[in-house]
């Protein structure tokens, strides 16, 4: 089993910066692939960026490439997701996810993939 818990998440103004953070616990020795995906209210749920645990090697959504860097901290077992020049479309609950066993083998947005998921964080960009 892996637990995850996001935290971070806040309302910030169009423009701004927000960091958030994905704690994993549990049996992270196998947490190959790691995912931050959003759902915004009434919508599906959207993978945003992706990243492979053993050499950080990065994958993300077009519609937040050149403003959202996702990375990790392998010591502190904790993924992080940098969003800067924040928009009001950005506004939706953020979720870390995480495929067990298995390198990402690109950008990986769809849900069915993942196996472990966190609670969720809201962020809000207003304008």
């Known amino acids: 089993q892996v637990q995850l818990m996001e935290t971070g998440g806040g309302s910030v103004q169009a423009g701004g910066s927000l960091r958030l953070s994905c704690a994993v616990s549990?049996?992270?020795?196998?947490?190959?692939?790691m995912a931050w995906f959003r759902q915004a209210p009434g919508k599906e749920r959207e993978g945003v960026a992706n990243?492979?645990?053993?050499?950080?090697?990065?994958y993300s959504a077009a519609s937040v490439k050149g403003r959202f860097i996702i990375s990790q901290d392998n010591a502190k077992n904790t993924l992080y997701l940098e969003m800067n020049s924040l928009k009001t479309e950005d506004t939706a609950v953020y979720y870390c996810?995480?495929?067990?066993?298995?390198?990402?083998?690109?950008?990986?947005?769809?849900?069915?993939?993942?196996?472990?998921w966190g609670q969720g964080t809201q962020v809000t960009g207003s304008s």
């Open positions: 990243l492979n645990r053993y050499d950080s090697r990065q």
């Open positions: 549990g049996k992270s020795s196998g947490t190959a692939c």
């Open positions: 996810a995480v495929v067990p066993g298995v390198i990402c083998p690109g950008f990986l947005p769809g849900v069915a993939a993942y196996k472990y």
